[in-house]
């Protein structure tokens, strides 16, 4: 089964973030490259996407500079993963090291 792991940043997280130095960031950086190369056979596809400011998003009546949402929680990427089945998705997500914050969907 496919299923789409989503990653969502939370203002604490991305604080935390900033406020380290190049070192630890760099340790930041190299849990998630491990992660990526352990699970290298499930993934089919990733992408990191750049900062909510970027985003343009389309209203019914409207576009508008921004992302859809701006609440403490921001949509930063995601990964496609195919796995046996969602218990199979859900040892993957826990495992994530960055993002606190997860969302598993199937892919259709």
Do not use: N
């Amino acid at each position: 089964m496919k299923y789409v792991l989503m990653f969502f940043e939370t203002e604490s997280y991305v604080r935390e973030m900033r406020e380290k130095g190049a070192t630890e960031q760099d340790v930041a950086y190299e849990a998630v490259g491990r992660w990526l190369a352990e699970h290298a056979e499930k993934v089919t596809h990733q992408t990191h996407l750049k900062h909510p400011d970027t985003a343009t998003t389309i209203r019914l009546d409207a576009i508008v500079d921004g992302a859809v949402g701006d609440g403490p929680e921001t949509f930063s990427g995601y990964i496609e993963v195919e796995v046996a089945d969602l218990d199979e998705a859900l040892r993957l997500a826990r495992s994530w090291p960055a993002c606190p914050i997860v969302e598993i969907r199937p892919a259709a």
